[in-house]
């Protein structure tokens, strides 16, 4: 039986990108945002959890682009999307 629990914990904890320290979007709350999980890079820098918009390939729906707000500190893109 200890097994098992301690089975099911790790499955849990990689699946809340907790055990890799990566993004996981099992916790969002809104459509386009993702929770990384606090980890530390290659190079030593701690980097403390945060939400980021999700991957999809265009620029134009980034939190930080012009038009757009960003729904954690509500302040106004600035990014020109056309801009390269």
Do not use: C, I, Q
Request: proline share 5%; no cysteine.
């Amino acid at each position: 039986m200890k097994h098992f629990a301690t089975v099911a914990l790790l499955l849990a904890l990689a699946s809340t990108g907790w055990a890799r320290g990566r993004a996981s979007s099992h916790s969002s709350s809104s459509p386009g945002k993702v929770h990384v999980a606090a980890h530390t890079t290659k190079k030593g820098v701690y980097v403390p959890a945060h939400d980021r918009t999700a991957a999809d390939h265009t620029k134009a729906n980034n939190w930080s682009t012009k038009g757009n707000v960003n729904p954690e500190t509500g302040k106004a893109g600035t990014v020109d999307p056309n801009k390269k």
